[in-house]
């Protein structure tokens, strides 16, 4: 069955770094688009950053220029770099296969907070 291991969350301080892991199993992983998500306490998820087979990038705007999202498919792993972390980045994150059913993970909570 699909799974996700989501990891690499933490209490971080503002202006801090964090890197965050997905470890998929359970599909195809290099043929399909991957994403993280994130929620923050009393807020709607939201898509934070995706990366397609071919490793074309997007990202919310809340987040350019701070955020990198990469995979390695020989791992089946997704990553998220996260940068210059702000008070608002709190949330609950989340990796996502897209086209793939509607599989999420436990998630990894990452405080950022001084």
């Known amino acids: 069955q699909v799974q996700f291991v989501e990891s690499g969350g933490g209490l971080v301080q503002p202006g801090g770094a964090l890197r965050l892991s997905c470890a998929a199993s359970?599909?195809?992983?290099?043929?399909?688009?991957m994403s993280w998500y994130r929620q923050a306490p009393g807020k709607e998820r939201e898509l934070v950053a995706h990366?397609?087979?071919?490793?074309?990038?997007n990202y919310a705007d809340s987040v350019k220029g701070r955020f990198t999202i990469s995979r390695d498919n020989g791992k089946n792993t997704v990553y998220l770099q996260m940068n210059s972390l702000k008070p608002e980045d709190t949330a609950l994150y989340y990796c996502?296969?897209?086209?793939?059913?509607?599989?999420w993970g436990q998630g990894t909570q990452v405080t950022v907070s001084s």
């Open positions: 996502k296969v897209h086209g793939w059913g509607d599989y």
């Open positions: 359970g599909f195809p992983f290099s043929v399909y688009t």
């Open positions: 990366i397609t087979r071919d490793s074309t990038t």
